[in-house]
């Protein structure tokens, strides 16, 4: 039997995928496969129990093998559920997760459009302003993951989506699935033995150690803006051992070298970003966010070059001590070891784990199992455990005209004479004496040594203890009471910069220089130090400022931004600020969380189809809301009741506060007052009705003789009737 079209290819080899058309848990049923990486394959799916579109991903059966395969498994779940916490517009979300008898999956919000890889192929290199816009949603994820102590640990283009327009064109990072959530013990990379990354985007501590933290995923995130400006990989090679190796050893190079014209202060960005030095890089996505804000404000500025921002921004490196160049004059001397631009030549290469890059050119022929097919974009899984140990590195030799650092040369220097003489056995010989005259030398160098003594100490007594008195105790007196004690002991009171107290009233004396107790020379000066009160900060009024704009406001301060939340306003412009929680002026800790309300813009109000239903409810309804109401004209109408809409301008829509919708509302069916009719002829009496717009039918009245005349009627004259009523007359 053929099977569903849907369910061919996909596989390799070109054979049907057996998980196609699969029901997982009697709810996901398999479509097409989407996505393979290294640890999982992703899959169109159905949820047949909302009836909606998903993506599956499937964990490859054989990772680890046996137990190992039941913790990987185990791990897997964990990792994916500490995801599914991520609460964060530009994070795929996670729906849940399951175990079908061999199969692992995780459930997870489904993006139809393409990924940023896409976007480098078809784009890049593309414009500063651009590549950090692309950048800022995923950076933004990041931070949020890394708030929550989690860090991704796959960042590359292929795991960011990008939605397609008719769905909203929103960014998101997939392959949270892969996290790994931080804690004191486990800061590394290493599941049950197991190297998972992509190797064009994995830190140099990553491969040299096999650990990372949240700055392997601002590593990564920099090679994407890198890839972005310049639409190239900083590290290229024939093999993916290679492109490792350079990680390790090479400075990601500057983007303006490809493409001119790039800002510096951009470079010292991507630069701060791929440090090989992870202490040089910002200490998570969130300050790495926060630098992406301030680049992309001098770019919004027009600025071509920005000196300031630029060394604020770049890392420094360190000269290697062995390392001196032949033209240097300085040579051998005692020198800092900062220098303020970095040098590829000079940098200290990281030691690296030969296992570990050798780890990146396994291949497991198993076609659902951990491999590595070379391509540098692709997820790789590796068996840490299966690599052989390290080669110990030969001893450091020593070749003519090098310079050996200090320490080295103050070990290897050769013992003096006098100290191989100090370490040698005496030896004793006999000597000759003769008989000597009494002399008065001895008692003399005696006398002497006794008055050098006595100086000696006296100085020493003077110098180290007389001159000086201890400093008195004036915690917690006031500027007056405290100079007046210090006064008391001969010693002046300065008074220094005030220091704040969470304890201390305002103006008392907090500390003092030197402590109390302590030494200072008779005469002297102790400084006082005076409360401040506690340390506060006023929440600065923030309202009509972008986001960004307010989040530097708040650095600016000592005060730290926590989330933004959206409310609509008829007043305050999308994207501006509306208040802050705490309110503006209210005091603060130093680094306080500050949160924002950012508006939305005014609130749409949706305009239906109201014609049949009541003016009084729909006016009430809108008027409640803001919406003026105006009533264009009333007429009568055989078919809509008083009182009730026949049409409305305008018909459907979009309205806001303060905008105008008019009604045309019926007066019902027009009233006509029914005539005087009795003792008329019949015919006539007809006729007169019929002209009025009512309907006529005769009947005879019970005392009926054949007159024709018209006895009385049903409705009676002078009653008001809608036209168009039926009126009956009674003939005698």
């Known amino acids: 039997m053929e099977p569903p079209e849907h369910a061919r290819s996909g596989a390799p080899g070109g054979s049907v995928d057996p998980l196609v058309g699969r029901l997982l848990e009697r709810r996901y049923l398999i479509g097409p496969r989407i996505a393979r990486g290294g640890m999982a394959s992703v899959y169109e799916a159905t949820d047949t129990r909302l009836d909606r579109t998903v993506a599956v991903k499937v964990m490859h059966p054989g990772l680890g093998g046996g137990d190992d395969e039941d913790d990987f498994a185990r791990r897997f779940v964990h990792e994916a559920r500490a995801a599914a916490r991520l609460n964060h517009p530009h994070v795929v979300s996670v729906y849940d997760q399951g175990h079908d008898h061999d199969t692992v999956f995780l459930v997870m919000e489904y993006v139809p459009g393409h990924t940023l890889r896409d976007v480098i192929r078809k784009d890049a290199p593309m414009p500063a302003v651009r590549a950090l816009a692309l950048l800022e949603p995923l950076v933004s994820a990041l931070a949020a993951a890394h708030r929550a102590g989690l860090i991704h640990r796959d960042v590359k283009p292929e795991n960011v989506l990008i939605a397609d327009q008719e769905h909203g064109g929103q960014i998101k990072v997939a392959d949270f699935g892969l996290a790994k959530a931080v804690s004191a013990d486990s800061q590394h990379t290493a599941t049950s033995g197991v190297l998972i990354g992509t190797v064009s985007y994995l830190a140099p501590e990553l491969v040299s150690e096999g650990r990372s933290d949240a700055r392997a995923d601002v590593y990564a995130a920099g090679v994407v803006l890198y890839e972005l400006l310049t639409s190239a990989k900083p590290h290229e090679a024939e093999s993916p051992i290679q492109v490792a190796y350079r990680h390790v050893h090479h400075d990601v190079p500057m983007p303006s070298l490809i493409q001119p014209g790039i800002p510096d202060y951009v470079d010292a960005l991507v630069a701060r970003a791929t440090s090989r030095d992870p202490s040089q890089r910002p200490a998570d996505a969130s300050v790495l966010l926060h630098h992406i804000h301030r680049v992309v404000q001098a770019l919004r500025e027009g600025l071509t070059t920005d000196s300031e921002l630029a060394a604020d921004l770049m890392p420094r490196a360190v000269l290697d001590p062995d390392h001196h160049h032949a033209d240097d004059p300085d040579h051998g001397n005692d020198h800092g070891n900062e220098v303020e631009v970095q040098d590829a030549e000079t940098f200290v290469a990281e030691p690296y784990d030969a296992s570990a890059l050798a780890l990146l050119t396994e291949r497991d022929p198993t076609p659902y199992s951990r491999f590595d097919d070379h391509n540098p974009n692709h997820t790789a899984v590796f068996d ?87 400093t008195p105790a004036v915690l917690g007196l006031d500027k007056a009471a405290a100079s007046a004690t210090l006064d008391k002991s001969g010693l002046d009171a300065v008074v220094g910069d005030p220091a704040f107290s969470e304890t201390v009233t305002p103006g008392l004396v907090v500390a003092t220089d030197p402590k109390p107790g302590g030494k200072v020379r008779n005469g002297g000066s102790v400084t006082l130090l005076l409360s401040a009160g506690p340390e506060r900060y006023k929440v600065p009024p923030l309202e009509g400022l972008t986001e960004d704009e307010a989040q530097d406001a708040l650095a600016a301060t ?175």
Do not use: C
């Open 558 to 732: 000592k005060l730290a931004f926590d989330v933004s939340t959206l409310q609509y306003s008829e007043t305050v412009p999308e994207g501006q600020v509306i208040k802050t929680s705490p309110a503006a002026g209210t005091e603060l800790k130093p680094d306080a969380q500050v949160n924002l309300v950012l508006s939305q813009g005014r609130r749409p109000i949706a305009i239906k189809d109201w014609s049949g239903k009541s003016f009084d409810k729909i006016r009430a309804r809108l008027e409640k809301r803001g919406v003026e109401v105006a009533v264009t004209s009333e007429e009568y109408s055989e078919s809509v009741p008083e009182g009730v809409i026949i049409v409305h301008d305008p018909t459907t829509g979009t309205v806001y506060s303060g905008d105008t919708v008019s009604f045309v509302v019926s007066m019902g069916p027009e009233l006509v007052e029914v005539p005087s009719i009795r003792g008329m002829g019949v015919e006539y009496v007809t006729e007169l009705l019929e002209d009025l717009g009512f309907e006529v039918v005769t009947e005879r009245d019970d005392d009926y003789v054949g007159f024709g005349y018209v006895w009385g009627s049903d409705p009676e004259a002078g009653d008001e009737v809608p036209r168009g009523s039926t009126i009956t007359l009674y003939l005698i």
């Open 384 to 470: 840490r455990s299966m690599m052989p140990p390290p080669a110990h590195p030969p001893a450091p030799t020593t070749t003519v005209g090098s310079a050996r650092p200090k320490t080295a040369r103050r070990a290897t220097r050769a013992p003096s004479r006098r100290s191989e003489q100090s370490r040698a056995p005496s030896r004793i010989a006999p000597v000759a004496t003769a008989a000597r005259l009494p002399t008065v030398k001895g008692p003399v160098a005696l006398l002497l040594a006794i008055l050098l003594a006595v100086t000696i100490g006296v100085g020493a007594w003077w110098f180290g203890w007389a001159r000086y008195t201890t």
